[in-house]
């Protein structure tokens, strides 16, 4: 309401505000897909059977635990062992 009227007095300030541009949200950078090769499921085999947290395979892999996840249902493989 304040905003309006001093719109509507002719504020040299709020005039300039209206026309600056508003900065654009930065986009998030899309990763590039990997392949799974038979040394990267080898791999997750062996951290499943090291009961490995699921956090410290996507370190070393670079992966997301999300592909992580997936790919080891895919598999058939347990993944996410809690002690």
């Given at each position: 309401?304040?905003?309006?009227?001093?719109l509507?007095?002719?504020?040299?300030?709020?005039?300039?505000?209206?026309?600056?541009?508003?900065?654009?949200?930065?986009?998030?950078?899309?990763?590039?897909?990997?392949?799974w090769?038979?040394?990267?499921?080898?791999?997750?085999k062996?951290?499943?059977r090291?009961?490995?947290?699921?956090?410290?395979?996507?370190?070393?892999?670079?992966?997301?635990?999300?592909?992580?996840?997936?790919?080891?249902?895919?598999?058939?493989?347990?993944?996410?062992?809690?002690?």
């Open positions: 309401m304040i905003y309006l009227s001093l509507l007095v002719g504020d040299k300030r709020s005039e300039s505000r209206l026309n600056q541009e508003m900065p654009m949200a930065k986009q998030a950078k899309k990763g590039k897909r990997v392949e090769t038979k040394a990267h499921e080898r791999e997750l062996d951290h499943s090291k009961k490995t947290p699921v956090k410290a395979i996507a370190k070393t892999m670079k992966r997301t635990p999300g592909a992580l996840r997936q790919k080891a249902h895919a598999m058939g493989v347990s993944l996410g062992h809690r002690r």
